[in-house]
């Protein structure tokens, strides 16, 4: 499917002439768009075990043998599969999306970041927000006590990090997304 949606024109087209090729390694022998709703379902099967990482939300990862064009494809399939087949990767993680179709991130990080972690991960982290402002607070009058250090000392650590986005796929998905 990759190398069918690397062509820039897929975008326009309204039918697509695809053979499914079956785990046996023969032809399929359906056509039309249940042929095409198979292989998009089939390779979103495959990308999500190939492709992507963590629990409720997944997230796209970097790959050696994944280039600009592969990425650029794979954003003319989630655009195609919604346009053809009503057809969403409700899978990817909400904020990679909402950030390729926008252009910035317009959902809670937080949420996402925790539907991102595992459950474990999750349950600790809920946990440590929980007591987030009585550590922040003890930290911030032993900052003063011990150290003599402004009130500010505190606010190095309450700006969330983004630098973990997989900013290079949202890059190459943007084009093609914000047309949605």
């Known amino acids: 499917m ?32 249940g042929v095409f709703r198979d292989c998009v379902t089939g390779f979103w099967t495959e990308f999500i075990d190939q492709c992507c990482v963590r629990n409720h939300e997944k997230i796209p990862i970097i790959r050696h043998d994944f280039q600009t064009k592969h ?19 409700a899978f990817l993680s909400a904020s990679v999306i909402t950030n390729a179709i926008y252009g910035k991130q317009v959902s809670n990080l937080l949420e996402h970041f925790m539907k991102y972690i595992t459950d474990s991960e999750n349950k600790l982290f809920t946990m440590a927000l929980q007591n987030f402002d009585s ?44 047309q949605l």
């Open 71 to 89: 990425w650029t494809a794979v954003a003319r399939i989630i655009f195609k599969g919604y346009q053809c087949l009503m057809f969403f990767p």
């Open 2 to 33: 990759i190398q069918q949606f690397s062509n820039p024109d897929v975008v326009d087209a309204t039918t697509f002439n695809m053979t499914q090729v079956l785990p046996s390694g023969q032809e399929g022998k359906g056509s039309g768009d």
């Open 135 to 178: 550590v922040l607070t003890k930290m911030t009058s032993w900052c003063l006590r011990q150290l003599q250090l402004p009130v500010k000392c505190h606010k190095r650590y309450s700006v969330p990090d983004s630098r973990g986005e997989p900013k290079v796929i949202v890059n190459c998905w943007t084009d093609v997304l914000k």
